[in-house]
């Protein structure tokens, strides 16, 4: 299996530049989770997809827009990238949402000049 | 205050030496994670726990609910396990809320 499969990895945007962050798991999870992880900063919750056809803010949603195209599939998208949107995002799965094993993406890099 | 603290933020010790990380949280959760992020940036979870203590390999995590705190113990410590080990709680503020701490960075010296 190959588990959370995030793309790309690595990324660098002048501001203003529009982008999509893909995500993809093949474990047949209900729930994913699209994380920022900045220096000195534990993850930050973006966005979330509880079940298919359902998404929800998180902690940090403001620049930011998902879409859960199917069960296995949810992107997030800088509309209009800012400086402030670098940072390192993690895409992440787990079968429901309660107290499930975390399942992680390989993150993506992403640099916004 | 962060909700979930971490000690110590760095710690470098020789292999072969016993090693603990605490997280202290200061809400109600349903459930703690450990995760470990390996210097390439993966990140693996390693133990999900609500009560008690959990086993894998060389790793030890325990959990003491009434103090709000949990510990993850590595024996036998190897340059292999360095990496930064993630704290993160569950709390009752929504299912889907996770709350993380910063981690901390391991390094074990040959």
């Known amino acids: 299996n190959a588990g959370v499969t995030q793309t790309p990895k690595f990324q660098v945007l002048k501001t203003g530049q529009s982008m999509t962050l893909q995500c993809a798991q093949d474990m047949n999870h209900n729930s994913m989770y699209w994380y920022r992880q900045d220096p000195g900063m534990g993850l930050r919750l973006i966005y979330y997809s509880a079940s298919e056809g359902t998404t929800d803010k998180g902690e940090v949603p403001n620049g930011y827009n998902v879409s859960r195209l199917n069960k296995r599939e949810f992107s997030l998208r800088l509309e209009s990238a800012a400086p402030s949107q670098t940072s390192v995002y993690f895409c992440a799965s787990t079968q429901g949402p309660g107290n499930e094993k975390l399942f992680f993406g390989s993150g993506t890099q992403l640099s916004v000049l | ?110």
């Open chain 2, 1 to 110: 205050k962060n909700e979930v603290e971490q000690s110590p933020q760095n710690l470098t010790a020789q292999e072969g030496e016993f090693i603990t990380i605490n997280c202290s949280y200061s809400v109600g959760i349903s459930a703690l994670h450990w995760l470990q992020q390996h210097p390439g940036g993966g990140i693996v979870s390693l133990f999900m726990l609500s009560s008690g203590k959990k086993k894998h390999g060389r790793l030890i995590a325990t959990i003491n609910i009434q103090e709000k705190h949990s510990s993850l113990h590595i024996t036998a410590s190897h340059p292999r396990d360095s990496a930064v080990y993630i704290c993160a709680v569950r709390t009752f503020q929504g299912a889907q809320k996770l709350v993380f701490g910063q981690g901390t960075r391991l390094t074990i010296n040959p």
